[in-house]
């Protein structure tokens, strides 16, 4: 069983490894802002920005890419704190933008959605999620199984004989 169990620890090291790292990374993304970017203080949370003028705040800002609803893939509206962050599809960037002019306050990368591919494995393709992050997480969960089993065994042989 020992044997066994060192060689499934050598398979399970680098998809585990990965999937730790990204993890902790993932964690931490409420202080971190490598991660993630730090939200914007508006004093005034009015929402009256039309989505028409939301579009054309986009599109003035070249670096974002924006031609039209296309490019952009998630608006996340936060009305306490008076705030739209908007994410698009073809790079990681994340505007803020205020709610009530349009003004964009904020444009940073936003890496979140990276760690969570890289966490799962879907940025390496379907093959290599399910065909090595998948079996990974298997042996991690065989590992502390027969590593308890293991343990249990040398406490009983050494304590209860």
Known sequence: MRKWH???????LLPVGLMVVTGILL???GFNTWVQPES????????????DHLLESLQSHPELGVKSWADVSQIDVRPSSGLFR???????????????TGEILQVEPRRMGLLVSLHE???????????????????????????????????????FK
């Open 6 to 12: 060192r060689w499934l620890t050598v398979v399970a």
């Open 40 to 51: 914007q203080k508006i004093t005034e949370s009015r929402l009256d920005i039309r989505f």
């Open 86 to 100: 908007v994410r698009f599809k073809k790079h990681q960037l994340e505007a803020q933008v205020h709610p009530a």
């Open 121 to 159: 494995g879907a940025f390496f393709g379907p093959w290599v999620r399910y065909g090595l992050f998948l079996p990974g997480a298997v042996a991690l969960l065989v590992l502390y199984l027969s590593g308890l089993y293991l343990f249990f065994q040398f406490i009983q042989r050494k304590y």
């Open 27 to 29: 964690m931490t993304r």
